[in-house]
């Protein structure tokens, strides 16, 4: 059974910090891209930032750059987010993905992606 779980959310003041990490179980996680997608409240879901299974490349949403910094452990299978500089506007559900597409293509084509977790919610707020 595939199973991506996500963990690491919380609420936060603006301007902090949080690590969400993505455990990952079930499929050859060496051979997927992993992405992270949000969807905050009344909004559509955003692919917000991808890494490669194959170099590493990573790829961010204008809305996470510079702020953003996504990474993974091929030993443990897991894949972290790290969030610094937290504004309101990043308070969302932020979801694991994975899928065999290219990760340079993950954040604007998210929806194809093959396997998704349930969510962290993550709450930026005074």
């Not at 996500?6 to 993505?22: A, D, K, N, T, Y």
């Not at 179980?25 to 992405?35: C, E």
């Not at 910094?69 to 969302?92: C, F, G």
């Not at 694991?96 to 954040?107: T, W």
């Amino acid at each position: 059974e595939v199973q991506l779980v996500e963990s690491g959310g919380g609420l936060v003041q603006p301007g902090g910090s949080l690590r969400l990490s993505c455990a990952a179980s079930g499929f050859t996680f060496d051979d997927y891209a992993i992405g992270w997608v949000r969807q905050a409240p009344g909004k559509e879901r955003e692919g917000v930032s991808c890494i490669s299974s194959t170099d590493g490349s990573t790829y961010y949403a204008d809305s996470a750059k510079a702020r953003f910094t996504i990474s993974r452990d091929n030993a443990k299978n897991t894949v972290y987010l790290q969030m610094h500089s937290l504004r309101p506007e990043d308070t969302a559900v932020y979801y694991c993905v994975a899928g065999a597409m290219s990760a340079h293509n993950c954040i604007d084509y998210y929806y194809g992606m093959d396997y998704w977790g349930k969510g962290t919610l993550v709450t930026v707020s005074s």
